[in-house]
């Protein structure tokens, strides 16, 4: 990977474009992900971002009551909430050292890197579920699409394994590099609501 932090920056300022664009009344709109409404989504993002943070700083899990349906995060200004928490998922990750050693998702122990990884899945993935749902497009660059094509490779097959990843969705080979990574994770590029 080029430079992870640098396609995490930009992954994230694409993701918040997206996310500043979306209306209240797009909250009920279906997305690319069977179980999840714009609402939900969002709702997922603000709930699993803070455990991105906390792996990134090598520091134990947030403590939370009740699960992601548990919790409806969107009631406040989720908007500003979740650019807010981008930010601070982005500066965790530009530390020096960031990427180094182990750290932990929760309770799993697994390299920093891979946890940079699965914020940059995050972004860029969550980001294009919502910009093809509400009407808008994700713009990422190249090298941004090639570091999320490794990251999201490097761990298809266990993310597949717990769930979080769906069948690969086929794509031409002379597909983009993001619709590669899209079909990857079982994405279809081609899906609109």
């Not at 906390?54 to 919790?71: F, H, I, Q, S």
Request: with cysteine; proline share 6%; glycine share 8%.
């Amino acid at each position: 990977m080029a430079d992870l932090y640098l396609s995490m920056t930009s992954a994230a300022d694409a993701f918040k474009t997206v996310v500043t664009a979306v209306r209240e009344d797009d909250l009920a709109k279906r997305t690319p992900c069977d179980d999840y409404t714009v609402r939900a989504l969002l709702n997922h993002l603000l709930y699993w971002g803070p455990w991105l943070v906390a792996g990134g700083r090598k520091e134990p899990a947030p403590a939370v009551e009740g699960g992601e349906t548990d919790n409806d995060l969107t009631r406040s200004d989720w908007a500003a909430a979740l650019r807010k928490q981008t930010d601070e998922l982005t500066d965790v990750f530009g530390k020096p050292g960031a990427l180094d050693g182990m750290s932990k998702m929760g309770s799993v122990e697994m390299p920093a890197s891979v946890i940079a990884g699965m914020a940059l899945a995050e972004l860029a993935l969550h980001g294009w579920d919502l910009a093809v749902a509400t009407g808008q497009e994700l713009t990422i660059d190249e090298d941004t699409a090639a570091d999320l094509y490794a990251a999201v490779d490097a761990m298809a097959e266990q993310a597949r394994a717990m769930g979080v990843f769906g069948p690969e969705v086929p794509v031409p080979a002379s597909s983009s590099t993001l619709d590669r990574a899209l079909g990857l994770v079982g994405r279809d590029p081609a899906w609109r609501p």
